[in-house]
């Protein structure tokens, strides 16, 4: 997966439902492709094999349980996920946590199926701990600053910086994404400063007027 | 929805996963039009948008959750599934059990957003109490005879019959389907001679080494 | 069990753990011998064995896992209850909602292990339904007025007037209880001549400066 | 907290219920002034106040839920814990597991609180990340084995010494405990050698014939 990334989480919100969400899709993958830069998305579940199968960019899962095909109604397995050309997952998001032992074999079984595993963490500590499982991405997201309108690259720089450095020494291949707040170029450029290699966000661009040109914005400063 | 019907839930088999999924809804929509039979299907929730836009059966979402567009990442809405073109949901499978006051939320959300309810129960007592809510379908399933061998019209034929009678005095328009072990023709010919309007079935088709021949044989025994 | 009942949610406020959970016990206990009035308690589940053997009101346990004695660390059983001396136990609390299916069974069993039910529920519709598995007790509390300074029988009379009355023709033997920012004497006279054979209140009296003055006001006005 | 320890999960057994439960604590207590081996209970959570006012052996919780005091009926706090005189408490049991996120802010609020905190675990990727908390002691019980005959000492003595070897690296205050399957003198004896300063179980005593017999064998091998 190219660094720098732009993760856009498109969340539950109306904005994004039925065909908007592929309308949404579309317009990341235009920007991407004109400004080079890494867009991937991450649309509703039900979404998830409708927008898949007709846009090129990265596509991930919102969510997958530690569940194997067969019985689990309602449920979503990493094979169902990989059947849909979606190329991961995030897992362990703060609206919608999972036990630690979940985590460690989603983590394992993303590797052996090929996924691109992205865990969110909301503190150093936990970063560090799931630093252990080797994951792809962790995307630290202090959960008091989610959905807020001040960056946490500029109310709490400091976690970024850290989880950065700290990850480095137990997970050398896991690379650190940052969300909360993040909407805009100035954002991103400041999160690529403190050593992350992208963002995750949702509202900054699922909520905007025009969001071709939060994301144009976005590209720019990730470049 | 016309009934008698014949609800067929894919849950999270690797037989239905990916465009396999597709190619039995289409299987299905062949066999209704053929017999003239009535069938519907609920798919992975991640292949929702991708069948339904492919389809003109019935198509049902395997859950919902009790929650409002917006956040929630991860998480399925009433306006979400609506947004697909999916008619209605699976509500609290046996498998995805919700909590009372979540279904009585869901139901009376799926009359104003115009989505059809099939609540999933494991009782008399409990299609009673949520016979309260008048919901469009009730499926009574005893637990113990999910992917068993045994129809739930042979091994537990009174359950059957006393949930159609006490939930036709309760909420009269709500229809009442069964569902556990059904397998074939003569089991759903069993089910409408007990007073249920069809059948919720799950491995008995998706699983089946000629789903066509099932499903044939199926709407043969519903006319 | 006597009616009208006071019924004391301890929830888990600081106020009311340790030793200082039996005092307010002893009180409840002295007011109610005081003025004839049935008060009861539910203490924080692990004080709920401390507390029962050392008094004499009736003491309820503010949760019950639908789970059978045996392995379950961390979990509660109704047998596990009863052997506590306490009465019964509440049940689907608006902070520890249940399962439909959970709440049939522990309501059924609660009747064969002689233990009194008391299911709370959040509107009229849950309420109906409830009613479906006959528990002891029904106390209706609007999650909206819950912890707030106007009580229910103020804010929504009408909920509280109607819950009776439907109760009443589906299972005649429970009792409706109400709550939600129930404080003092004048709301419990209110709920009594709206229907209800009690209250279910929390920190009207746990988070009292002076509770026994608070529930002397309360049991003048059940009288 | 001395070590080598026998930590006896009561679980929810029928029986150690009521008195039951009680009677076991006064043995466990017996056995440990007798032999001088660290002999530790944590009983059902409704009897915890119950029987941790009654003997002088450390008592744990079984559970403990991340959630401040206030509201929260049914849930139980670390601040409740202290004040029953428990020292401390079980945390992610396999039968009770809690979110990453949970874990790490329950095990650091043991420290802010002065209670031992032992997390259990059931791997050693699980393991690893957990010790990143630094908890007081980590208890790895791979879930095959759990309630098993065979001992995690006998069936996979490896997982047991490398988990004391990697936890020793990254938190070398943090002590191994293994379970699952463990059972006599012979099983704790083979635990202290692989490293781990002691068992957790459960079934091998709430559940044998003569428990006193039980527990003098198992404190005979942690000698």
């Given at each position: 997966?190219?660094?720098?990334?732009?993760?856009?989480n498109y969340k539950i919100y109306n904005e994004i439902s039925g065909s908007r969400g592929l309308e949404l899709a579309k317009i990341c993958q235009e920007?991407?492709?004109?400004?080079g830069v890494n867009i991937a998305i991450a649309p509703q579940m039900i979404d998830l094999f409708y927008i898949a199968e007709k846009i090129s960019i990265p596509v991930f899962s919102q969510h997958v349980d530690n569940i194997k095909p067969g019985s689990g109604t309602g449920k979503t397995t990493l094979e169902g996920?990989?059947?849909?050309?979606?190329?991961?997952?995030?897992?362990n998001h703060s609206e919608n946590r999972l036990k630690i032992a979940d985590i460690?074999?989603?983590?394992?079984?993303?590797?052996?199926?090929g996924l691109i595993s992205v865990?969110?963490?909301n503190n150093l500590a936990v970063s560090k701990a799931v630093a252990m499982f080797n994951p792809d991405f962790i995307a630290v997201e202090p959960p008091e600053l989610i959905g807020g309108d001040i960056s946490v690259?500029?109310?709490?720089?400091?976690?970024?910086?850290?989880?950065?450095?700290v990850i480095r020494d137990i997970s050398p291949k896991?690379?650190?994404l940052c969300g909360a707040g993040v909407k805009n170029g100035k954002d991103i450029k400041k999160?690529?400063?403190?050593?992350?290699?992208?963002?995750?966000?949702?509202?900054?661009?699922?909520?905007?007027?025009?969001p071709r040109e939060v994301l144009e914005d976005l590209a720019k400063g990730a470049i």
């Open positions: 997966m190219k660094t720098p990334i732009i993760l856009v920007v991407s492709k004109k400004t996920i990989r059947a849909t050309k979606a190329v991961g997952t995030l897992i460690e074999n989603i983590v394992t079984k993303c590797k052996e199926l865990v969110c963490t690259t500029d109310a709490d720089p400091d976690i970024v910086k850290n989880t950065v450095k896991t690379k650190v999160a690529i400063e403190l050593g992350a290699e992208g963002v995750l966000l949702a509202s900054g661009v699922t909520k905007a007027k025009n």
